[in-house]
């Protein structure tokens, strides 16, 4: 990415040779004018151009000077402020390509069926049950009919001295949050039951608990990771969160950090496990 300082020089560049070109064809029109073709009664007075060479020079001279001058007026008004405008562009276009950032919208303009469908392994950390993991439970059970998917999903622990607090940042009281979350294994366990004929044999499903207190949601879905914000502020029930899409193949910051949280589910308290034979 260039610097500021190349961008300095080559503007200084730029304006010498605008400089030189306006200097020259300037300079250039004198001397074609002074050559120009005589008149009828001075034919004879020295040389002079023909008219054919005199149009193309004159032509010639004045397209490059028209240039020059155009060059001039661009390096004084508008090169630099344009130069600091593609500077940023430059830099936020690489921020983005390491973040990995491949979306930022609403909850609602997240198509999650498409990713969950083909997914094999689904790692989430939700606040309330109700909203993303039932949403996209059918996406879920599809995967876990397609091909072996291994499905991990934690939700606040209902006698954690924190599941108040949970419950009011996504707008609910902890007896409506409880009550979610006793839906959520309830419909999960049906379904599951429902639909085992289908599954694939590898397939595996895990509800846990967790105690903290998250600032967002993460949800893991193979390489892509989703982080979801809720207001921080006056929250309000059904009210839909920012999403945050990172895809990143390798290790990499932020996808790798938020994914830290997700490793912590694994040794949690389990609520529900669910697999073909169960």
Known sequence: MPERHDWISYRRRAFVTSGVLVAASSFGLVLVYHWAPAAATAKNEGWHLSPHQFGLLQTFLTTVLSIGAISLLFEFLLRRSWATDLLH?????????????????????????APLARAVEIRALVRDPSKWFLMNLP???????????????????????????????????APQLKQNIEVAIGTVENQWGAQKPHLNDGSVIRVVTYPQIPLYDVIS????????LSRPIRHALGDYGLVFEFMQDSPQYPADWLRESLASLENENELLLRDKNT
């Open 89 to 113: 562009f430059l830099r936020l276009n690489v921020v983005v390509a390491r973040s990995g950032v491949q979306h930022v919208g609403s909850e609602t303009t997240v198509e999650w069926d």
């Open 139 to 173: 996406h879920v059970l599809r995967a876990c009919q397609q091909h072996s998917a291994s499905v991990l999903v934690g939700v606040p622990d209902p006698d954690g001295p924190n599941f108040p607090a949970i419950a009011e940042c996504v707008g609910l009281t």
């Open 221 to 228: 879905i193979d390489n892509a990771t989703f982080c979801v």
